[in-house]
Antibody, heavy 129, light 108 residues
Framework: QVHLVQSGAEVKKPGASVKVSCKASGYTFINSGISWVRQAPGQGLEWMGWISAYNGNTNYAQKFQGRVIMTTDTSTSTAYMELRSLRSDDTAVYYC??????????????????????WGQGTTVTVSS | EIVLTQSPGTLSLSPGERATLSCRASQSVSSSYLAWYQQKPGQAPRLLIYDASSRATGIPDRFSGSGSGTDFTLTISRLEPEDFAVYYCQQYGSSPWTFGQGTKVEIK
């Protein structure tokens, strides 16, 4: 089966950074991308950005530009999301999700879009002084 | 960015009834790249529908999606007890991907 398993809960102080991991199994990691989505307590879903596991290209939501870094380690099929300069309103559950399937590799890869079909279990990040 | 507005905010229905959820986009969604997700308390979202009308793997046929352009609908033909949850629409036609605010389907 296809799985995404995320790292455990984190408690951070304002101004600190957090790095969440997302380990994939059951499929060829480099043939897809990973999106990161967060959900504040009692709120809806917010897309943060996407990274290609094929070539590391990223697409960040403007709101998080300059504060978020998404990376992958293809040797371990793991994606990472680092969020810096944490504030109290960054308190949320952070999800990784498989997003896009590579159909044409190369210098300009082409992807098949089909929503986000596999999700991690979520990582709770609490920012509090 | 494309703003998605879902209605109603809450839908109170009984098991066996039909549920109709709406998602309206502030501008046309490219290639009908619209998805629907179900989320239960304490769980990650689950993909139900993609490309506006295609059911994801393993999704029962009581779930159906329709629409194009700016107006989309998720229909649950006969509600089962496990269908009471929050439903989100999401567009992936133009960056940034955006979600609607959700519709809660609750037991009447």
């Amino acid at each position: 089966q296809v799985h995404l398993v995320q790292s455990g809960a984190e408690v951070k102080k304002p101004g600190a950074s957090v790095k969440v991991s997302c380990k994939a199994s059951g499929y060829t990691f480099i043939n897809s991308g990973i999106s990161w989505v967060r959900q504040a307590p009692g709120q809806g879903l917010e897309w943060m950005g996407w990274i290609s596991a094929y070539n590391g290209n990223t697409n960040y939501a403007q709101k998080f530009q300059g504060r978020v870094i998404m990376t992958t380690d293809t040797s371990t099929s793991t994606a990472y999301m680092e969020l810096r300069s944490l504030r109290s309103d960054d308190t949320a559950v952070y999800y990784c999700a498989r997003d896009r399937q590579l159909v044409v590799p190369g210098s300009i890869p082409h992807y098949y879009y089909y929503g986000m079909d596999v999700w991690g279990q979520g990582t709770t990040v609490t920012v509090s002084s | 960015e494309i703003v998605l507005t879902q209605s109603p905010g809450t839908l109170s229905l009984s098991p066996g009834e039909r549920a109709t959820l709406s998602c309206r986009a502030s501008q046309s969604v490219s290639s009908s790249y619209l998805a629907w997700y179900q989320q239960k308390p304490g769980q990650a979202p689950r993909l139900l529908i993609y490309d506006a009308s295609s059911r994801a793997t393993g999704i029962p046929d009581r779930f159906s999606g329709s629409g194009s352009g700016t107006d989309f609908t998720l229909t649950i033909s006969r509600l089962e007890p496990e269908d009471f949850a929050v439903y989100y629409c999401q567009q992936y036609g133009s960056s940034p991907w955006t979600f609607g605010q959700g519709t809660k389907v609750e037991i009447k």
